[in-house]
């Protein structure tokens, strides 16, 4: 069941390799003036893909270390091969697969997202990946199934943040079955038509680009089909400022600073702050889901 | 061993620091502007910045329980040390509010609605008048003790800036953590009750140079 939504930014948009450099240099000779008058054109101005380089050297992997360019430098280690996912819970046929053995048969497409971070930056990322949907329909969803939890590998001796305990690990997340089995939702394991960086969450990691960032969790170990809401990290540590659904949300404030706004990475010394748009602009695709629900209090 | 360092420092002018913290600033920035700082120049410029700060307010800090503890004396690097903290938190405040938010009602909006950021503002608000007295006709208009008084604002500036780091960041990274302990450390010291070496000033001497 591949291809049941369409980029609106299309293959061309995705920088070619070649460029990459040419953009850099760019990037790094303009002038903050050039800089600043582009801000007042908005969103289209901001919809270049990010680069390669740039898409795996600012990460939040926080098993790796809490800066930005931690886990770009401490993620090397990270063992990715063999992978296998245990997949439990209500499902028809549970058990311990091959990653291989997961995505068999299924479409691997290319999905041009934006990608938000809580913290109010974002990048657009040209992600390598299969429907979450179609994962599921091959291990048989349960009839009571009515959530999705995932969880993140833990391999201490190559993680630092882990050895540190920086937050709990290991790391979870979790959606609603209806949000999981949206055509938006992705399990990637590329970018660029590259294998996943390790600092990007491989082998595997789930992208929900309508809910920040820390919702698409990284290196997925278990996939478990439950039928009441499962814990989600961020919403541990913090509930009060992390909500389980966590949507892109210009209106509804993180506790402590404003969503209404977010930077581009890429731009440079000067690069425009530019407004962040309802489900990070995927509203006309998800907001049905969220139907007569209070986002305000449902954050 | 502490009279034959205070000794040496004699010889050592404390005019650097204030040309070393200026290259350090402006390199910095180049690091920003060239892309050496990542991919998210802006908010790599305003945490360096503002850590830069903390840390020299620190050393400022240091300055009278070190010399009351141990004897070694760096009293007159301290106006240095805090003068060249303040360009940083200047330096800080305008990164934030030019290169981040970019416009007056978000930067408004945000000290008056984000406590951390209100925290912040407030120990820029504190500095300022220390910032300008820091020079000796401020200290011979105010009078040596009307000055020192002043001049412990830097106590709550300090510790309303260490306050502000913890309070922005996400989970529990060790950094900010440490710079708070440090800073209330650094408090505690004064409170308890001096024992000082036979025949050496108190700590409250004021700073020549």
Redesign the interface.
Same mark, same amino acid.
């Given at each position: 069941m591949a291809h049941r939504w369409t980029n609106t930014l299309t293959r061309a948009d995705a920088t070619p390799k070649a460029a990459w450099l040419n953009r850099?240099q760019i990037?790094?000779g303009m002038g903050g003036a050039a800089a @600043?008058l582009a801000?007042g054109q908005g969103r289209a101005q901001a919809l270049v893909p990010?680069t390669l380089? *740039?898409i795996s050297? =600012?990460n939040n992997y =926080?098993e790796f270390g809490?800066g930005?360019?931690d886990p770009a430098r401490n993620a090397g280690g990270l063992v990715t091969q063999p992978w296998s996912i245990r997949v439990d819970g209500l499902v028809d046929r549970p058990g311990d697969y091959a990653l291989a053995d997961l995505l068999e048969g299924l479409t691997v497409e290319e999905r041009i997202y934006r990608f938000r971070c809580v913290?109010a930056?974002s990048m657009v990322v040209p992600w390598n990946g299969v429907e979450l949907a179609d994962v599921l329909a091959k291990v048989g969803v349960q009839s009571g199934a009515r959530y999705v939890a995932f969880e993140t590998v833990v391999q201490p001796e190559v993680m630092p943040g882990v050895r *540190?305990?920086?937050?709990p690990f290991p790391y979870v997340e979790g959606l609603r079955l209806d949000e999981a089995m949206h055509p938006l939702t992705l399990l990637a394991t590329g970018i660029y038509g590259q294998p996943m960086p390790n600092q990007n969450g491989a082998p595997i990691r789930l992208v929900v680009p309508w809910k920040y960032g820390f919702k698409s969790i990284k290196s997925i170990v278990r996939i478990t089909l439950t039928d009441s809401q499962p814990p989600a990290s961020w919403n541990i540590?913090n509930g009060r400022e992390y909500g389980f659904y966590s949507n892109v949300n210009p209106e509804v +404030?993180h506790p402590?600073? +404003?969503q209404a +706004?977010e930077?581009q990475?890429?731009g440079? @010394?000067? +690069?425009?702050?530019i407004d962040t748009p309802m489900f990070n602009g995927y509203e006309a695709e998800v907001a049905g889901l969220y139907a007569g629900m209070d986002l305000r209090a449902n954050y | 061993m502490a009279p034959a360092i205070n000794r040496a420092l004699r010889h050592v002018p404390a005019w650097p620091i204030y040309g070393l913290g200026a290259a350090w600033l402006a390199w910095l920035f180049w690091q920003g502007l060239t892309g050496a700082l990542g991919p998210e120049p802006i908010n790599a410029l305003e945490r360096r910045y503002g850590e830069v700060a903390l840390w020299l307010l620190i050393a400022g800090l240091a300055v009278t329980p070190l010399r009351v503890w141990s004897g070694v004396s760096l009293l007159k690097f301290r106006r240095a040390l805090g003068l060249t903290a303040f360009g940083f938190v200047v330096a800080h405040l305008l990164v934030w509010a030019v290169l981040d938010l970019q416009s007056l009602s978000r930067i408004g909006g945000e000290i008056v609605k984000r406590p951390y950021i209100t925290l912040g503002f407030a120990a820029f608000l504190l500095l300022v008048p220390l910032a300008v007295t820091s020079n000796n006709a401020s200290i011979r208009r105010l009078g040596a003790l009307g000055w020192r008084k002043l001049h412990r604002l830097t106590y709550a500036a300090v510790l309303l800036g260490a306050v502000h780091y913890v309070w922005l960041v996400k989970g529990w990274p060790v950094e900010p953590f440490v710079y708070l302990a440090l800073v209330l450390a650094l408090l505690a010291l004064r409170l308890i009750p001096a024992r000082r070496p036979q025949g050496r000033p108190g700590p409250g001497i004021v700073a020549k140079g």
């Open positions: 850099r990037m790094a @600043l801000a990010n380089e *740039q050297s =600012y =926080y809490v930005k360019d913290e930056w *540190q305990r920086v937050i540590i +404030s402590r600073w +404003s +706004s930077r990475i890429g440079g @010394l000067f +690069s425009p702050r | -």
